[in-house]
Structure formats: structure tokens, C-alpha cells
């Protein structure tokens, strides 16, 4: 079992509506949860990140982690053509460790 | 703007030369820096951790003497792919995690796009 999972997609949904993008992972030693956006041949963005357990919005967009089942969430609301990329949830124990990625979601919005 | 920058962005080499790429963080002084491998269609894999000061810190199956690394300095990592063959093409991505109080922001580079030939 990987210690990140993460549906690979592609996702394709209509503009205007709410996407949900999810991760699952094993390491319980997991503290820190991140959402990264890459556009092609970029580098990752970070969107989001957090700490504990709950949401976090920032915007269009809503952090949810939930520690007990070891899932984590992205939702974008109103989603728009520009939110087309390949998001990517990472996590990562305390300290100067690395970030371990799922492999990303590629999600297309259509005008 | 961007607070990791790293050059090039894309490279065309041939097979058994050297090719260096730089990652350099802008605002912030970084003592570790990531680099990940990217293949097409495929998440980052974490190579190495490159410690300023002191060698760096490979993962399994990484080849230390293939993929030489440098962190020279508190702002620049360096990653060599030496003896370059076409199974190295790939998007090679650093990262610096800059600093507060959980140490949590990382921030990556643009990418380096190799391709061997």
C-alpha cells in the first residue's frame, strides 16, 4: 500500500460547479496536509495547507482533514476554466522532512 | 513572485555528458532543499535531500554518484546528473521548505525540463 493514495482522474466537470478532490494516506505520523496546483511543465503551487483536523477556506477553496480517517479533501467552489491543472495533496511529518505526494488528480473545467 | 528559482528551465544534452541544474531560494535562507524527479503522468519522487554544509541525503534507489549534490551556500542546491543517458529525461523539481514556526511552506521551483538524446 502507498503511503499516499489519490485518484489520478482526469476529472472533467462544467463550469460553475463544485469539484471534490481526495486523498487518503497510511502514515499516522502524517502532521502537516497540503494542496498543490501544477499546470503543465510548471513547478507545484502551493493552495493550501493545514494542521490539524477541520476546514480551512481560503476563497473558492476548502481545506478538509480528518485525522481519525486518515482523508483529506479539496473542495473548489465555482469552479472556472482557469482552475484546469493537475492538483496535488502532499503531507509530511514535523520538522525539515519532505513532502511525500499523491500522484495528483488532472482536473479540466468546461466553459 | 516567485521565492525558489530554478535555472534552466529546460535542457537538451547529449547522451554522456553533464548537465548542472540550479535551485536557489530568493527571500529566505534555506538549510535544506528537495529535489524530486517528475515523470509524465506521474506524482514527484523524492531523490535527495540536500543539506547546506554537509552531504546530502538519498533516497533508496537513487544513485548518489550519478546525481551529485551540492548546497553550497544558506540560498543554492545544486543537482549534476552526470554521465546523462535518455532514461534520465525527466522534470526535475526543487523545493525549500522557508522557515516559521512549523516550518511547513514549501515552496518549489519552476522545474527543470531535461531530455537526453
Known amino acids: 500500500q502507498k503511503e499516499v493514495e489519490q485518484d489520478p482522474g482526469p476529472l472533467s466537470v462544467p463550469e460553475g460547479a463544485i469539484v471534490s478532490l481526495n486523498c487518503t494516506y497510511s502514515?499516522?505520523?502524517?502532521?502537516?496536509f497540503m494542496w498543490y496546483r501544477q499546470y503543465s511543465r510548471k513547478g507545484p503551487e502551493l493552495l493550501m495547507y493545514?494542521?490539524?483536523?477541520g476546514n480551512k477556506e481560503d476563497g473558492r477553496f476548502t481545506a478538509q482533514v480528518d485525522k481519525s480517517s486518515k482523508y483529506i479533501s479539496l473542495f473548489i467552489r465555482d469552479s472556472q476554466p482557469s482552475d484546469s491543472a493537475t492538483y496535488l495533496c502532499?503531507?509530511?511529518?514535523?520538522?525539515?522532512?519532505?513532502?511525500?505526494f499523491g500522484k495528483g488528480t488532472r482536473l479540466s473545467v468546461i466553459a | 513572485g516567485a521565492v525558489v528559482s530554478q535555472h534552466p528551465s529546460w535542457v537538451i544534452c547529449k547522451s554522456g555528458t553533464s548537465v548542472k541544474i540550479e535551485c536557489r531560494s530568493l527571500d529566505f535562507q534555506a538549510t535544506t532543499m528537495f529535489w524530486y524527479r517528475q515523470f509524465p503522468k506521474q506524482s514527484l519522487m523524492l531523490m535527495a535531500t540536500?543539506?547546506?554544509?554537509?552531504?546530502?541525503?538519498?533516497e533508496q534507489g537513487v544513485e548518489k554518484d550519478k546525481f551529485l549534490i551540492n548546497h553550497a551556500s544558506l540560498t543554492l542546491s545544486t543537482l549534476t546528473v552526470t554521465s546523462a543517458h535518455p532514461e534520465d529525461s525527466s522534470f526535475y523539481i526543487c523545493s525549500a521548505p522557508r522557515g516559521g514556526r512549523m516550518n511547513t511552506e514549501a515552496f518549489f521551483g519552476q522545474g527543470t525540463r531535461l531530455t537526453v538524446v
Open positions: 540536500s543539506n547546506e554544509g554537509s552531504k546530502a541525503t538519498y
Open positions: 502532499a503531507m509530511k511529518r514535523g520538522g525539515n522532512t519532505p513532502l511525500v
Open positions: 502514515n499516522s505520523a502524517f502532521q502537516y
Open positions: 493545514t494542521y490539524s483536523s
